[in-house]
């Protein structure tokens, strides 16, 4: 008995009405019935896009994005492909629709009003995006029809391109008739290709390949480790080095012990301690000799382990007479043990299990990290106030620079805006800001005002939070106590590492100072180089255009150094790609003048001749008009001339009609040398090649030949005309 009239049903109330209503009213599609049966395409699919609707709405008001969460990237592609091919609605609808939900939910939830136009803004992206993907898409759709018939159908069109490049690379790999996509070859599909653990499932599920998605889990937060730590710290077999539990965690907060002092000086207090674990080459020892690589725990530490971004801290511990182990890395081993792993090698003497060791990290690669890791807060707080929407994507910083990776939305992040971003975060600089750093708890994080969050991330119980005054980050990074002590900020890189993705690179502190610099002796020298430029225009046909086009090649590659001002560079590099114009034009009105000259000369030469005979050498690559140049001779002389432009060699042959014969044509004339070089020949459209005939070019042709063939040609019409 089909019930569905009469059974009350969510999907009937106000909540979700509005929205069916909206979607009937944009489509054009029949009202919904509240029909469940499998049947209905059109019930179902207003329930799923109203239903996805809300979900997005309410997930991307809370900072939920989808490119960093699949769940919601799927709910999304979903609800796209749902309005699309069940309502013909191609763009806009879902952001109509977000408009139904905060009416509807924005009374009780605040945040949907309050960031409803970044909702707006990343639906609008998305569907451009979407668009993008589908049209990419339906090329590898093809590919994947022509290549892997029996799979096609079971893939979407939106998952075309990573599936067929995943399939590939299976082919590939799997060449010895193996039939499982094990942890290696899994992790490479989610690296190379996309792919998440879901989409392997599928991916092993059409292909009748075993997979075992608990290993693959493993295996990628093996290899995550492997990427962090050194080779000091692994076995030949790559397996992370353990200590046993009954070694404690490290205790890690003398980290955070630091003070400024009133000169703006940073002072580290050295920290003694008691080495509780010695390991070489994955194997644990209870003694390193000199010269020996290998891992160091301590009881305690002031070292700072890679995490947030930040690198590790280097440095060196002292141990009983005189021995020093020399760090160059530090990392924690687990995140289950605590263990924090100092790497590196002994320096001196030996050390021993149990032996007091004082540490003393390097101060100054410290407070670089620290005045790089602050100004990633600046400029993430600068990029929240410039741009409609973004959000940390992954950051990477070190005591020379600091990386930077964020999502862009529907705006063009170009010159201006980075030029706008450093003044900015010069600003912030400038005003002499005190860093706050607070310890509490993550359920408080919601509570607190212009907080960023990372999209996704889940916060330990107690967080650090970082407070610049304009935003508070969670971060667990070492950072100065004033935004003075930046000192100086600039950017030198920026590139797009995926749509709708930036990445950053700047520098801060005596390093900006320095690509200023470097920025401002470019900038006069190539401001002051415009008036060299004008005058070897002038004086090109002497041979000075090589000169010059080299020196702005130079010029081009001074201002491509990686700690070039990114603005300044851009700016520069418009300044020399106008001079090469410049040097370009007059280059060729300088070659035309030349060629023009050469032909003059060459017609008095020839005047008494009945015929005329010439190869004009053109210098650089430019071209001139062998039509041009036939007609400056007189038309009753037969004519062949021959040009070169950089390496092309051609020709043209003209014959008045009335010394045409059967022997003797333009024709015939010009294939004396077409034939030898193995060009061809023909007329003008709508021309007798009797008359007028061009040789095609033909190139790498050497000059004593070209010589030869001057000879052969003037020999050919000799004859001819009885000479």
């Not at 759709?141 to 079971?154: G, N, T, Y």
């Not at 890679?306 to 020399?326: C, I, K, L, T």
């Not at 106008?578 to 030469?605: C, H, L, N, P, T």
């Not at 004519?639 to 043209?652: A, H, N, P, V």
Request: hydrophobic share 35%.
């Amino acid at each position: 008995m089909d019930t569905s009239s009469t059974t009350p049903s969510l999907y009937t109330t106000d909540v979700f009405s509005p929205l069916f209503s909206h979607i009937t009213s944009v489509s054009g599609k029949d009202a919904y019935t509240g029909d469940f049966s499998s049947t209905n395409t059109t019930d179902w699919g207003y329930r799923v896009l109203a239903d996805h609707a809300r979900m997005l709405t309410v997930c991307l008001a809370d900072g939920v994005f989808p490119d960093q969460n699949h769940k919601l990237r799927n709910v999304l592609r979903r609800a796209q492909k749902v309005s699309r091919e069940v309502f013909g609605v191609e763009k806009g609808l879902l952001g109509e629709l977000s408009y139904q939900v905060v009416e509807t939910l924005g009374e009780h939830h605040t945040e949907l009003v309050r960031n409803h136009h970044k909702v707006l803004t990343l639906l609008e992206f998305e569907d451009d995006n979407f668009k993008k993907i589908l049209e990419k898409g339906e090329k590898f759709r093809r590919k994947l029809e022509d290549e892997f018939p029996k799979f096609a159908a079971s893939i979407e069109t939106q998952e075309a391109f990573n599936f067929y490049e995943s399939l590939k690379c299976i082919e590939k790999e799997l060449v010895d008739g193996t039939k499982t996509i094990d942890g290696a070859l899994a992790y490479k599909l989610y690296e190379s290709h996309g792919m998440q653990k879901q989409d392997i499932s599928k991916l092993a599920e059409i292909s009748h390949l075993d997979f075992d998605s608990g290993k693959f889990i493993k295996y990628f937060e093996k290899q995550k480790l492997t990427s962090k730590l050194s080779t000091a710290l692994l076995q030949n077999n790559s397996e992370e080095i353990t200590f046993g539990e009954e070694i404690p965690r490290t205790e890690d907060h003398h980290k955070y012990e630091y003070i400024r002092s009133s000169s703006a000086r940073y002072e580290f207090p050295k920290l003694k301690t008691k080495v509780v674990g010695l390991n070489s080459e994955g194997i644990g020892s209870s003694s390193l000799k000199r010269g020996v690589k290998g891992v160091l725990l301590t009881s305690e530490t002031n070292f700072y382990c890679e995490a947030g971004g930040q690198v590790g801290d280097v440095g060196s511990m002292v141990g009983p007479g005189g021995s020093v182990f020399r760090v160059e890395d530090t990392q924690k081993l687990s995140s289950k043990s605590g263990h924090i792993a100092h790497i590196g090698f002994v320096e001196h003497g030996e050390l021993f299990v149990n032996d007091e060791v004082e540490l003393e990290i390097d101060e100054e690669h410290r407070v670089n990290c620290m005045r790089n890791h602050t100004a990633t807060h600046l400029l993430n707080s600068v990029l929240h106030d410039v741009l409609p929407l973004t959000c940390q994507r992954s950051s990477y910083v070190s005591s020379d620079y600091l990386k930077f990776d964020f999502s862009v939305f529907n705006v063009d992040f170009d010159n201006e805006m980075v030029k706008r971003v450093e003044e900015e975060v010069m600003k912030l600089i400038d005003k002499e800001i005190d860093i706050g750093r607070e310890i509490l708890s993550s359920d408080n994080l919601s509570n607190i005002e212009n907080i960023i969050t990372l999209p996704g991330e889940v916060y330990p119980r107690e967080i650090s939070v970082i407070d610049t005054s304009k935003h508070v980050e969670p971060c667990c990074g070492t950072h100065l106590h004033n935004t003075k002590d930046v000192g100086n900020f600039v950017v030198v890189s920026l590139k797009s590492t995926a749509t709708g993705i930036k990445s950053i690179k700047c520098c801060t502190g005596d390093k900006a100072m320095e690509a200023r610099q470097l920025g401002v002796e470019a900038l006069e020298e190539i401001l002051n180089f415009q008036s060299t430029v004008e005058h070897f225009c002038d004086e090109i046909y002497a041979g000075k255009m090589n000169e010059i086009l080299q020196k702005i090649e130079q010029m081009q590659q001074r201002i491509s150094h990686p700690n070039f001002p990114y603005t300044v560079s851009v700016d520069l590099n418009s300044v020399l790609e106008r001079y090469k114009r410049q040097v370009k034009v007059s280059q060729r009105a300088v070659q035309k003048g030349a060629a023009s000259d050469q032909m003059k000369v060459a017609i008095a030469e020839q005047a008494e001749n009945p015929y005329f005979c010439h190869y004009l050498s053109l210098p650089g690559s430019e071209k001139f008009s062998l039509t041009k140049a036939v007609k400056m001779v007189a038309k009753e002389k037969p004519t062949i001339i021959f040009s070169k432009d950089g390496r092309e060699l051609k020709g043209k042959a003209v014959v008045p009609k009335e010394l045409v014969s059967d022997t003797f044509s333009a024709k015939s004339w010009l294939d004396v040398a077409a034939c030898s070089l193995g060009a061809k020949t023909s007329a003008p459209r709508g021309q007798n090649s009797s008359i007028n005939c061009n040789m095609a070019g033909i190139i790498n042709i050497e000059e004593d030949v070209i010589m030869d063939l001057m000879q052969d040609v003037k020999l050919f019409v000799e004859k001819e005309l009885e000479l």
